[in-house]
């Protein structure tokens, strides 16, 4: 009997979508230095609203940057906004140095019947890539080869590989980890294969090991 006002304040099933307690949300806990960030607001008061504000700021930018989310389903408002490292201005682009922090603001003007709310997101800013080091090819059969290397944080393991240069096949592994190891396998015999190290940590910064261009 309190529709609308107060509706799913009390219980939420899993996955029904947005609910009267609006939500602000990115797309991830930690970006770099020239990325885009996906803006998300949900909330079942604004069905039908077409677009909403949001504010966000950075430890670099303080003066809040205004987005515009485009209403893409009955609630759910999506939109995005870039970053870069020049200086502060109101241009549309969110300025950023490595180690802020980013903050999404939304005013929920009637927070599950309650009244106003602000509601609030943040991530991390991370620039620099992982540093390679201690590449390792050993093991080596008339089949296969183990790839091994270690990176100073956390990040993927991706190995190119083929018999000329530069190297066309890719063998990976998603798991942000500092010791990789990856076993090639299906290779032809008394055949002379080149090797390239990709790493890519969580905010998307990637390093490339390719042996100052001669390859492993």
Do not use: K
């Amino acid at each position: 009997g309190e529709w609308p006002a107060g509706y799913g304040a009390g219980l939420t099933m899993a996955g029904s979508g947005p609910i009267s307690e609006g939500v602000v949300s990115l797309n991830h806990a930690a970006y770099n230095c020239d990325d885009t960030i996906l803006l998300v607001v949900e909330d079942l008061d604004l069905v039908g609203a077409g677009t909403q504000d949001v504010t966000i700021i950075s430890t670099t930018e303080t003066t809040p940057e205004t987005v515009t989310l485009t209403e893409v389903d009955d609630g759910r408002f999506e939109g995005s906004i870039d970053t870069d490292t020049s200086a502060p201005a109101a241009d549309g682009v969110l300025q950023v140095a490595a180690d802020d922090q980013i903050e999404v603001t939304y005013i929920d003007v009637n927070y599950g019947g309650a009244g106003q709310m602000t509601i609030t997101d943040t991530a991390e800013v991370d620039c620099t890539g992982p540093v390679i080091s201690n590449v390792m090819i050993d093991q080596i059969s008339e089949s296969s080869f183990v790839v091994s290397w270690d990176t100073d944080e956390e990040s993927n393991s991706v190995v190119m590989y083929g018999d000329g240069m530069p190297p066309g096949e890719m063998m990976d592994d998603t798991e942000l980890v500092t010791s990789h190891s990856l076993t090639i396998t299906g290779l032809d015999d008394c055949t002379h294969y080149y090797v390239e190290i990709h790493s890519t940590d969580w905010a998307s910064n990637e390093a490339v090991d390719n042996n100052g261009g001669a390859y492993y």
